[in-house]
């Protein structure tokens, strides 16, 4: 049994999860997202007004579609079965393009952090590929590769690749050396000291990793789909837009907007439970 002190106060470990999560400013969650709430209702009410009432300022809102507008059309493509479609297709993609990216980005990472020969070669490599914006690679996936499905797991993996990579090297080259010594000392292999020392220390930069790369991954996977989709929310955003009908690219928009945050707030609560051992895990879950 561990006990965490929140405040002056030693709490057990096995009875956090009875009380509400708090905050180091000692607010709890649900203030935090009756906040949130409150900041998405009012912007929606804002957009509300500015397209109800034709406002131009340094920004034409008399072109822009309401909100009252965007819900009904956001109504009807949830009553069609192309709204799914899409939705799966999009899923599908982003899910095994950044899963190959973590299969891939987590050991090269590692790898690049530990070994000076990893750095030379494989580090080089990847220091030269980095900077290039993963839509720019979409002309070499439809050359290259043999279905456009194929190219666009490809530009998915690219997008969260380096996000990951990098993360994973610095996480690695700021452990202390120490901790590895330690696990030596005691007779470790070096298979503990990748199983004890590397991967529970390096968590927490991983997992900012995970969050940026598969942010960038969706936004590379709606361009990609934009250019050369078949089916996927950016195709039908694009496809929406080419007809003028503006409240049913909003409804894309909105889409993307979801899902990205669904699939980042998922990794950051798997983070946050992964790395319960840090001090202050207890007070942010």
Request: proline share 5%; with cysteine; hydrophobic share 50%.
């Amino acid at each position: 049994m561990t006990t965490a002190t929140i405040g002056s106060v030693a709490v057990d470990d096995t009875a956090t999860d009875s009380v509400p999560a708090r905050t180091p400013d000692g607010s709890n969650r649900y203030w935090h997202w009756g906040v949130r709430i409150l900041v998405l209702v009012v912007a929606g009410v804002v957009w509300q007004l500015l397209t109800t009432h034709d406002v131009v300022l340094w920004a034409r809102f008399d072109t822009i579609p309401s909100l009252t507008d965007v819900g009904h059309a956001f109504w009807a493509a949830l009553g069609t079965e192309q709204y799914y479609l899409d939705l799966g297709q999009s899923l599908i993609r982003i899910g095994t393009g950044f899963a190959l990216a973590v299969c891939v980005g987590i050991p090269v990472g590692i790898a690049l952090g530990r070994s000076g020969t990893a750095r030379l070669t494989v580090g080089t490599l990847t220091e030269v590929l980095r900077p290039i914006p993963a839509i720019a690679l979409v002309p070499v996936a439809i050359l290259v590769l043999p279905t456009d499905e194929a190219g666009m797991v490809f530009i998915t993996f690219a997008a969260a690749f380096f996000p990951i990579l990098v993360a994973t090297r610095h996480a690695v080259r700021a452990l202390p050396t120490i901790w590895e010594d330690s696990v030596r000392t005691m007779g470790g292999t070096r298979r503990d000291v990748v199983l004890r020392v590397i991967l529970p220390g390096i968590a927490p930069g991983v997992f900012s990793g995970l969050s940026v790369g598969v942010g960038v991954a969706w936004i590379c996977l709606i361009s990609a789909e934009m250019i050369s989709g078949r089916l996927g929310v950016g195709y039908r955003t694009w496809q929406a837009y080419t007809v003028v009908d503006y409240p049913q690219v909003f409804v894309g928009m909105l889409t993307i907007g979801v899902l990205g945050a669904l699939t980042s707030g998922l990794i950051e609560v798997i983070g946050r439970r992964v790395t319960r051992w840090l001090p202050r895990g207890q007070e942010q879950r």
